[in-house]
């Protein structure tokens, strides 16, 4: 039996962890850290800008950059990252893209984020160039170098190029040329542009027919209206360092034309690439919805767990705590069951019915000491045994009264003076009190009493004890004022 008691701890020890373990994990996955708040900032700012909502975007993204921890590298880089392109777009002249970009630049440093740091230092390099071609030159050379260093031929062209373009508006054409070639040699085929870039620094070194054969060496791999106008301005420059104005004017008007198209080509594109995002955000919002409500889901689950484990836990404790009781009772009756009772018959006259009862409710608790014995082994069948056998001797209601006028006829009164003292005790209380006088022990009074719970004689003793104000056990008491007399 020891053995069950030991399984039935550690099923419940087993049910009680796993369902801690559940709900500490649950709570610990639907816990929001900051840097999610802030990811949410950012991704809110984007459905802004893509509304147009411009002012109300920037403020999110700088909400955004506040609330992530300043070791949140990823989280701050995106977030001035995405403020530096919202002003580039705005064309405010405050260099705050360029702050902005060097921000995220550092950011992406700290993280090695080599793709990253390269779109960093092109678009820094390309805001300075307008500006300041000593900071674009340092930019763009280190976008170069980085760009050799993976082997992306593409790219190198196209940073040098800027390089090109760079030195072109600073009007160091010499050094714009050289960038060009540098850019021309550096893949195959070559940009478009970078062709443009060495045939305008030529024209306006005033060598217009290298100018010419250059730009005729430019071939269009991919049609785009950038590079359309780039060859118109180049072919402007060519014509300018011929002195034929005509044709300056002429292709001016169309350069202008091409641009504003280039604008909205680019608009439109804008507006294709925002939709794309949209229904990426879309998207991720609704895996986000379904995930907050899965964890919903699996709290609810966690806790319901729980609550089934402490039911599992009280009922394994409850059953664990009958079945004791249940021993208990066995073990008192086998060492206690009408050990002194029979003394008491010896004092009831033959003829008395008081005598009968006593007699077949000894007979009684014999008959549960050997049921007690033979299901030792199985402590349910025998309280179903000892119930029966409750129900069927219980005591007749002229009993107690007979009991009670025994025991004031032996023991001095006991129990009228008793009342008499303490008009508080029960009837059950004083019965107690008399089956105690004639030497019942506690699984006899137990039996005699219709308990099933033989520490409920124990509880009674204390109430008993209680209410009279005893400091001594309540048996020592009764002997010692047996003994006195009223």
């Known amino acids: 039996m020891s053995t069950g008691l030991l399984t039935m701890k550690s099923a419940m020890a087993k049910t009680l962890l796993l369902a801690v373990g559940w709900v500490a994990l649950l709570m610990a996955g639907c816990s929001r850290p900051a840097s999610d708040t802030a990811a949410a900032l950012i991704d809110q700012g984007v459905k802004l800008e893509l509304q147009g909502r411009g002012v109300e975007a920037m403020e999110c993204y700088h909400q955004a950059a506040t609330l992530a921890d300043s070791t949140d ?3 701050q880089a995106r ?7 919202l002003y580039t777009n705005s064309y405010a002249a405050n260099n705050e893209d360029i702050d902005k970009y060097r921000i995220a630049l550092a950011c992406y440093e700290r993280l090695a984020d080599t793709t990253q740091i390269i779109n960093c230092l092109r678009n820094i390099g390309a805001q300075y160039r307008k500006s300041n071609v000593d900071s674009a030159s340092h930019y763009l050379s280190r976008a170069v170098h980085l760009l050799a260093g993976r082997g992306d031929t593409v790219g190198q062209s196209e940073a040098l190029e800027g390089l090109a373009r760079a030195h072109y508006v600073d009007g160091n054409y010499r050094l714009a040329q050289q960038m060009a070639l540098m850019s021309i040699h550096t893949c195959t085929p070559a940009p478009e542009a970078a062709y443009c870039d060495a045939a305008m620094a030529l024209a306006r070194m005033g060598k ?3 100018a010419q054969w250059m730009l005729n060496q430019a071939a269009t791999v991919v049609p785009s209206l950038a590079n359309e106008a ?3 301005v180049a072919e402007r420059e060519i014509a300018l360092s011929r002195g034929d104005y005509k044709q300056v004017h002429l292709l001016g008007e169309r350069v202008a034309a091409l641009n504003d198209s280039v604008t909205n080509a680019r608009l439109r594109q804008q507006l294709v690439e925002t939709e794309r995002r949209l229904d990426r955000n879309r998207e991720q919002l609704r895996l986000a919805q379904a995930e907050r409500r899965n964890t919903l889901l699996w709290m609810v689950i ?8 402490a039911a599992v836990a009280y009922y394994l ?31 009831v006259s033959d003829e008395s019915q008081l005598k009968v009862i006593l007699s077949r409710q000894i007979e009684n608790i014999r008959s549960l000491i050997d049921l007690s014995y033979k299901f030792s082994e199985r402590p349910e069948r025998f309280m179903e045994q000892f119930k029966t056998r409750i129900e069927q001797g219980r005591l007749p209601d002229g009993f107690w009264g007979n009991l009670r006028y025994f025991v004031d006829a032996q023991y001095n009164n006991v129990i009228t003076r008793l009342q008499r003292q303490h008009p508080s005790l029960t009837d059950d209380e004083l019965y107690i009190i008399g089956l105690l006088c004639c030497g019942f022990t506690y699984a006899d009074i137990t039996v005699c009493m219709g308990y099933t719970n033989i520490n409920y004689v124990n509880t009674k ?13 309540l048996s020592q008491f009764l002997a010692s004022y047996v003994a006195t007399a009223e």
């Open 461 to 473: 003793k204390s109430r008993i004890a209680k209410k009279m104000g005893l400091n001594e056990p």
């Open 302 to 309: 966690g806790l319901l767990l729980l609550l089934l484990a």
């Open 79 to 85: 977030a001035n990252l995405h403020m530096a392109v």
């Open 73 to 75: 590298f990823s989280t």
């Open 317 to 347: 404790r409850r059953r664990r705590q009958v079945m004791e009781e249940r021993m208990e009772l066995m073990e008192r009756l086998q060492l206690e069951g009408a050990t002194k009772a029979d003394t008491v018959l010896d004092a």
């Open 230 to 232: 780039l060859r118109l």
């Open 208 to 210: 217009a027919d290298s």
